[in-house]
């Protein structure tokens, strides 16, 4: 099974502000990394797949990178929305989500 | 529209099996495939298993001996069945559905609530 290693497990930031969040996968996932926000109460909504191809009403703020096996998601521009907890997925080899990064606003 | 609908039983006794149904509408089974997630209280995001548009199944590792995942495609309807729950097992069980462009978890069932305890 692929592991993904995903940090950090919380952050906080300005709103306006900018933040990363990575993951890294146990072997080479070629790419087929997706992020998802979950906000409580709701299910999680995917924003980016093909680890920075953003989903269809998605704001351009949203971005990700990567390759091999290191990844990272960035938002920018924060906003107060955006406060939720944000879910890195490999689909290379079945699936396995990251452990979680929970943003806060300061 | 997309809509996938879980219902299970809510509450389980521990060493009981689980039987939670997805009704899904808008879409055809025989097109996409569907995935169980769930989402133990204070923890994250856990991938359970999958089946695929032509019935073909697999299971995260760690499940794979006690979970099993079927559908009936004439009915809209996908299981998950858990046998051997522990307290461990509680969790918000999601039925997902994968994107249109991409083969990957994208539409969510709203989830159900399952409460293993005696």
């Known amino acids: 099974d692929i592991q993904m290693t995903q940090s950090p497990s919380s952050l906080s930031a300005s709103l306006g502000g900018k933040v990363t969040i990575t993951c890294k996968a146990s072997q080479d996932i070629n790419k087929y990394i997706a992020w998802y926000q979950h906000k409580p109460g709701k299910g999680p909504r995917l924003l980016i797949h093909?680890?920075?191809t953003l989903q269809p009403g998605i704001p351009s703020r949203f971005s990700g990178s990567g390759s091999g096996r290191d990844y990272s998601f960035s938002i920018s521009n924060l906003e107060p929305e955006d406060i939720a907890t944000y879910y890195c997925l490999q689909y290379d080899n079945l699936f396995t989500f990251g452990s979680g990064t929970k943003l806060e606003i300061k | 529209q997309v809509q996938l609908k879980e219902s299970g039983p809510g509450l389980v006794a521990p060493s009981q099996s689980l039987s939670i149904t997805c009704t899904v509408s808008?879409?055809?089974?025989?097109?996409?495939?569907i995935s169980w997630i769930r989402q133990p209280p204070g923890k994250g995001l856990e991938w359970l298993g999958v089946i695929w548009t032509g019935g073909g199944t697999n299971y995260n590792s760690a499940f794979m001996s006690r979970l099993s995942i079927s559908k009936d495609n004439s009915k809209s309807q996908v299981f998950l069945k858990m046998n051997s729950l522990q307290t461990d097992d509680t969790a918000i069980y999601y039925c997902?559905?994968?994107?249109?462009?991409?083969?990957?978890?994208?539409?969510w069932g709203q989830g159900t609530l399952v409460t293993v305890s005696a």
């Open positions: 808008g879409f055809s089974l025989t097109s996409y495939d």
């Open positions: 997902v559905r994968d994107g249109t462009t991409v083969v990957a978890p994208a539409y």
């Open positions: 093909y680890t920075s």
